[in-house]
């Protein structure tokens, strides 16, 4: 695709429920990254994968939260039992390879109620 | 512990004033220094540096690296109402980008 895409772009959800977080990267970019950003702070890593496997997830607060990227290309974000405290803007980013510049989504911005 | 420090976290100034961000960094296995301006969500890229002394240039925005210092600056001259954002610096250490916590500009009419 001409950019990355993320969706959806809002999502609203309950404590306690699961969400998921789908990005969608340019075309034929290896590496893909999730990041999240809170208000008044920089993008926090996540994790990051290079192809279909996890190159770092050492940025994933806990064990609620895992990502998937199947075929190498399209990535979803999964958070169980979530938490008012998972309420961010949830970014992805991908790049050529790993290294290089990296090109972002427009972001999904959580709402735990 | 990699690291990087932006600032001023926040600025506010007329159009057409000149304005001047910093960024520092520690960051081990550095590779390159990125600058992102941030308007609603998506950052968008601005520039990438990854060689001391060379000043990367577009339009009223510049940006130039030190590496013996470890810093960075991003320049703005005659600011315009359209460059209020976020500025983020971040560096590529390894195949990791670490993010600064960014530079609020705001630029009043």
């Known amino acids: 695709g001409a950019g990355v895409s993320q969706t959806p772009s809002n999502k609203v959800t309950e404590k306690g429920k699961y969400v998921e977080l789908r990005c969608d990267p340019i075309s034929g970019h290896t590496a893909l990254y999730w990041y999240r950003q809170s208000l008044g702070q920089g993008p926090e890593f996540l994790i990051y994968f290079q192809g279909t496997g996890a190159a770092d997830d050492s940025g994933l607060p806990n064990d609620r939260f895992f990502a998937v990227r199947p075929e190498g290309s399209v990535s979803t974000l999964k958070i169980q039992r979530t938490e008012r405290g998972d309420s961010a803007v949830y970014l992805c980013?991908?790049?050529?390879?790993?290294?290089?510049?990296?090109?972002f989504g427009a972001g999904t911005r959580l709402s735990v109620l | 512990e990699d690291k990087v420090v932006q600032s001023p976290l926040s600025l506010v100034v007329h159009e057409g004033d000149t304005v001047t961000l910093n960024c520092s960094y520690e960051v081990t296995n550095f590779r390159s220094l990125l600058w992102y301006k941030q308007e609603k969500k998506a950052p968008t890229f601005l520039f990438m540096l990854?060689?001391?002394?060379i000043e990367k240039k577009s339009g009223r925005l510049s940006s130039i690296l030190d590496k013996k210092e470890l810093s960075s600056i991003l320049n703005i001259t005659a600011t315009q109402t359209g460059d209020s954002a976020i500025y983020l610096c971040a560096v590529i250490g390894g195949n990791q980008f670490y993010f600064g916590t960014g530079t609020s500009l705001t630029v009043i009419p």
């Open positions: 990854t060689s001391s002394g």
């Open positions: 980013a991908s790049s050529p390879r790993p290294g290089e510049i990296q090109y």
